[in-house]
Structure formats: structure tokens, C-alpha cells
């Protein structure tokens, strides 16, 4: 298992952006107020409560966004070390249904851990300084800045670290084989996120492909990028389908039989289940920077108590981050979801076929965002 490179955003879920509460979507209803619950065993006072601004530090450039970093909060309102049992045991479900939904065993019980802001800023900044502390850095800037991608006055590494630890609702390391949640968050999406989170837990234990993308990558960021779309893709993808059949579970109550949906394994036909996914995530992907911003969304998801405040918080970092890192940031979980889906549901929803791209993975962003020519070999 290797060290993390958070420029990949190894796992980092993007609160709301990423990992959005789609509970309603999957189910067509609103979940009972009771389920909307924190999930965390912390303090009293304001979940999520920060004592930093975390709104635009500057005004907008037209494509190169804002002219300053938005800081992320400076507290997340948790404390290091292990989570609550609560959690752990939700995380321990969680398992079970992801072996049923991807057809692979966890080989060993990945470790569940709060980690406060400040523990997790130095780990991204470590992490960071390790990677783009030299030349490659240097150059990443230099790059974007004569592209006028993104304004001249912005501190690129800074906004990349301040991205890294505003946007991350949670994390799996594979270094320590532990997922931490570094950001409060309402039960269902907690959950959520575990989910996401967790199959990076089950890749690492089955793959080696995250241990080289993690490591010292593919020798090209475009190839970098695309290997992205296959890890996160896939997790994606599980993330919600977990949601989807555990919404669907709920609602069946006692009568929601216990059905793996893989081919072959009674009540499971994955053909019953699967073709449900693709108007999932073909929807996601097809999510835009002002649908994910769309203010009137966001007000709805705070007052029903879909959103803490934190996580309210960083979507006002998120509103202040350049086109290009909001892109980068977002594709391979939303579009990399649907690259994986087309390719397994092209396979007759047969594993096998996602086996084999973490096997050889693609080497371009354009085989990514156009699946047919993943398929071809172009």
C-alpha cells in the first residue's frame, strides 16, 4: 500500500459536488426527517461550525474565475482518532453490500477514523509539497498561467491545497488502510460516502492500479487523469448504487429481500437491477458547474437539513474556484461514473470488464470521455 498523492484527489469525496445527496432522485421521495440525523459523535454547538471565511476573496474573471483562494474553514469540529462505534458498525454493513454489489471480499477490515481540520491540512500539505515541491510544480504554474487558464495573481499550490481540504468530506488512505472523515455531515450522506469511500478500500485490497496512480503515477498527466476517471469512476458508480438499493431496501422495509446483484446468485439477477444505474449516473454526468452551484438547490438542501453547515461552507469555496480546477476536480467521479458504467454494462454488466481496466488502464482523457474508443483501443 502506498503513500497518497492528494492531487488526484486519492478518494477525496467532494462534498454535495461529488457525492451528492441523490436520496430523493433514487427513491422520489423525501426521507423521513428521522434519517436526517448528524451521524457523528461530536460536541455540542454547530456542526460543522468554522471560524475562517470560506466565500470568494476576490471578484470573478470571467473564465479564469476568481483572483484569490477561498479559504477552507478552520475547523471541522472534530477531534483525531478512532470514529464511534455507531460508525464503524454502519461502515462494517456498508461492507457487506459492496461485496454483493461488486462481486469482490474485503480481505481485511479497513480502520474508521475521525481526523480533525488541522491534522488534515498537514497531511495535504505534506502530500503536496512532496509532489509539486519541485520543478513539476513549477512548471503546472507557470502552464496554467500563460494559458491564462487560471488568473496570474492566484497562489496555484495554495488554492490546491485549500481545495483539497475545503472540498473533502472524507478520505481512504491506503498508506494506513483507513478512511477518515474529516468534515461533519447528515447521517444519509455519511453513509453515502462511506460507500464511495469504502470501495477505494476494496480496490486497494484487489488492484494493484491504485498503488501505482497513487504512487508515482503513469509518467503523464493526461494518462494520470485518465487512470482517475477508472479509480473514482467505479466509485462513483458504487456509491450511488449502493444508495439506490439501500433506498429501495428501506422502502420494502421487512420485506426487502437479502439479494446480491451479480449474475448468477438467487434473486440477484443484476439484470433486474443494473439498467436502473445508467439514468443515474448519465444524469450526474451530465451535471454542470451552475447545476452543481445552482443556489436555488442549495437553499432547498439546507432547509431539509441535507447540507450542515460546513458543507455549506464549502460549497461557497467551491463557488470561488476557477473553471479548470472545478472541472478537474469533478469529471472523474461524475463522467468517470459513466465511463465505467458504459463499459460494463457493454460486458452484459459482467465485473470482468472493469477487472481488466484496472488491469490496462487507459492512456488518454480522450479514450475516458469518449467510451467507445476505450472499447476500441483507439
Not at 497518497?4 to 478518494?11: H, I, N, S
Not at 468534515?183 to 470501495?199: G, K, N, R
Amino acid at each position: 500500500m502506498k503513500a497518497a498523492r492528494p492531487l488526484a484527489v486519492l478518494t477525496a469525496c467532494l462534498s454535495l459536488a461529488a457525492c451528492k445527496a441523490s436520496a430523493p432522485a433514487a427513491s422520489g421521495e423525501q426521507p423521513p426527517a428521522a434519517e436526517i440525523t448528524t451521524g457523528l459523535s461530536t460536541p455540542t454547538g454547530p456542526t460543522g461550525g468554522a471560524t475562517g471565511s470560506t466565500g470568494s476573496t476576490g471578484a470573478a474573471t470571467g473564465a479564469t474565475g476568481s483572483t484569490g483562494a477561498a479559504k477552507a474553514p478552520a475547523s471541522n469540529g472534530l477531534e483525531s482518532g478512532p470514529a464511534s462505534e455507531e460508525i464503524v458498525a454502519a461502515a462494517r454493513k456498508i461492507q457487506t453490500q459492496l461485496e454483493c454489489l461488486r462481486g469482490k471480499a474485503f480481505k481485511e477490515d479497513p480502520k474508521v477514523a475521525f481526523q480533525s481540520l488541522p491534522d488534515f491540512r498537514a497531511y495535504v500539505k505534506k502530500q503536496v509539497d512532496k509532489e509539486l515541491g519541485g520543478p513539476k510544480g513549477e512548471q503546472l504554474v507557470r502552464m496554467l498561467h500563460a494559458l491564462d487558464v487560471v488568473d496570474p495573481s492566484i497562489d496555484v499550490i495554495d488554492m490546491l491545497i485549500e481545495a483539497a481540504v475545503g472540498q473533502a468530506a472524507a478520505y481512504y488512505d491506503p498508506d494506513t488502510n483507513t478512511f477518515y472523515v474529516v468534515q461533519e455531515m447528515p447521517a444519509l450522506m455519511l453513509d453515502s460516502v462511506m460507500a464511495h469511500e469504502l470501495q477505494h478500500a476494496l480496490q486497494d485490497q484487489h488492484t494493484e492500479l491504485l498503488d501505482e496512480y497513487l504512487d508515482q503515477g503513469f509518467g503523464s498527466t493526461d494518462k494520470d487523469l485518465a487512470a482517475r476517471f477508472i479509480v473514482e469512476g467505479e466509485a462513483t458508480l458504487i456509491g450511488h448504487s449502493w444508495l439506490v438499493d439501500s433506498t429501495q431496501r428501506k422502502l420494502l422495509g421487512a420485506n426487502a429481500p437479502e439479494v446480491c446483484h451479480l449474475p448468477g446468485r438467487e434473486g440477484g439477477d443484476a439484470r433486474a437491477f443494473w439498467p436502473v444505474m445508467r439514468k443515474v449516473v448519465a444524469e450526474a454526468a451530465a451535471q454542470t458547474r451552475e447545476d452543481v452551484l445552482n443556489p436555488g438547490l442549495l437553499t432547498k438542501l439546507a432547509s431539509s437539513s441535507m447540507m450542515s453547515e460546513g458543507m455549506a461552507e464549502s460549497m461557497e469555496q467551491l463557488r470561488a474556484m476557477p473553471v479548470y480546477f472545478f472541472y478537474t476536480l469533478l469529471l472523474p467521479y461524475n463522467q468517470g461514473g459513466m465511463t465505467v458504467y458504459e463499459s460494463f454494462e457493454g460486458a452484459g454488466y459482467d465485473w470482468a470488464r472493469i477487472d481488466a481496466l484496472f488491469a490496462k488502464p487507459p492512456e488518454t482523457t480522450e479514450q475516458v470521455l469518449h467510451p467507445e474508443k476505450l472499447k476500441s483501443g483507439e
